[in-house]
C-alpha cells in the first residue's frame, strides 16, 4: 500500500509562484512514475505532468508547459510542482498520483485510470 500526501498549496495572485509537494510512505518509491493531475470545480480530472520513476524524462499537459516543472528526489520519496507564472485557470485542487506500471504511452500516461495511488490533494487558488 502506498500512502501519497500533498502539501504547498494555497492562495497566490496571478503571476506568482507555488511548489507542491507529494510526500510517500513506500519502500520502493523509486520504482513508481510519478504524476500530478488536477480538477477544478465542475470538471473532470485532468493531466497535469509526468515523470519517470528514475527522475528523468518528463512530460506535460500543454496548458502548464514551460511554466510547470516536475521532479522527484527518490532519497526523500517526494515528488515536486513547481508552478510558475500562475493563472487563475490553473485554480483547481492538485492531486500526484503514483503509477507502477513504468512505460506508458503517451495516451495512456494521461489517463486517470493508468495511476495506482492517489493523495487526498491540495487546494490552489490563483486570484486576477
Known amino acids: 500500500q502506498v500512502q501519497l500526501v500533498e502539501s504547498g498549496g494555497g492562495l497566490v495572485q496571478a503571476g506568482g509562484s507555488l511548489r507542491l509537494s507529494c510526500a510517500a510512505s513506500v519502500r520502493t518509491f523509486s520504482s513508481y512514475a510519478m504524476g500530478w493531475f488536477r480538477q477544478a470545480p465542475g470538471k473532470e480530472r485532468e493531466f497535469v505532468a509526468r515523470i519517470r520513476s528514475s527522475g528523468g524524462n518528463t512530460h506535460y499537459a500543454d496548458s502548464v508547459k514551460g511554466r510547470f516543472t516536475i521532479s522527484k528526489d527518490n532519497a526523500k520519496k517526494t515528488v515536486y510542482l513547481q508552478m510558475n507564472n500562475l493563472k487563475p485557470e490553473d485554480t483547481a485542487v492538485y492531486y500526484c498520483?503514483?503509477?507502477?506500471?513504468?512505460?506508458?504511452?503517451?495516451?495512456?500516461?494521461?489517463?486517470?485510470?493508468?495511476?495506482?495511488?492517489w493523495g487526498q490533494g491540495t487546494q490552489v487558488t490563483v486570484s486576477s
Open positions: 498520483a503514483a503509477d507502477m506500471t513504468l512505460a506508458r504511452s503517451i495516451v495512456t500516461m494521461k489517463t486517470v485510470a493508468s495511476y495506482d495511488y
